[in-house]
């Protein structure tokens, strides 16, 4: 059985943040979850020194080394269905734990670098399916905090170096951590300052906590209270 998400880095209190839980789908799916006060998104200034809340690991989705699960003595080598459930089930533990929104890096094949192994399409797979257990959980409605991000975009802005540089790189954590990494720092950088572009991302992926431009305009206020009503990310009654 799946362990619930514990953030390592920072445990202070998450209520009131804006967050982001950012993966990179694959055989070996990273994480990574990122957190920052509302106004420091509207301020627009430095983000590294700005994050309140900063975690990252790397999931087994069904590669032959980890959760094999029992489907793989079956004549299904390559193609580990209960392995990849149960790492779908370690994301959605990653995300229910902190709420937010999703960012899943897109996957684009490239037919000069495609083999020809089940494991091509695992990606899709994953993505598929944990979309598709977002929905069953919590709602149709859950499926608009799930932003699919360019990989090429997250990784030539979110260098190595410049990793380095904000304080955000773990030589020790996995590439795929790292490029989760990439994509959570670059989807906050999109949602920071005042510009319309930004306000109605903020909105789009927040919308507990930030204003709806098209409707109160940039001049008003930015953000606000965390509703106490019913969290977006709740159970719904009856589902799983």
Known sequence: ??????????SEDTSGLAIVTAFDP?????YCVMGIHPDDLVAGGGLDNALRLFDYGQIDCG????QTGVGMHRGHDGLNMPGEYRGIIDMLNVWESVDGCIVLEDFVLDVHKANRGRDLLLPVRIISGFSTLIQYS???????RIFIQNRSLAKTTCTD???KVWGLYDGHSGAHARDAVRHAFYFLRDCRGNGSDAARKRHC???????????HGLARPASRKKAS????????????
Not at 1 to 10: G, I, L, Q
């Open 1 to 10: 059985m799946s362990t619930p998400f514990e953030r390592k880095r920072f």
């Open 229 to 240: 009503s019913r969290r977006i990310g709740e159970r719904v009654t009856g589902l799983g």
């Open 138 to 144: 919590f709602g149709e409605k859950a499926l608009e």
């Open 161 to 163: 170096d410049r990793l």
């Open 205 to 215: 992926a927040w919308p507990d906590l930030f204003f709806d431009p098209e409707v």
């Open 63 to 66: 590669t032959r080394h980890g």
């Open 26 to 30: 694959g055989g070996t799916t990273g």
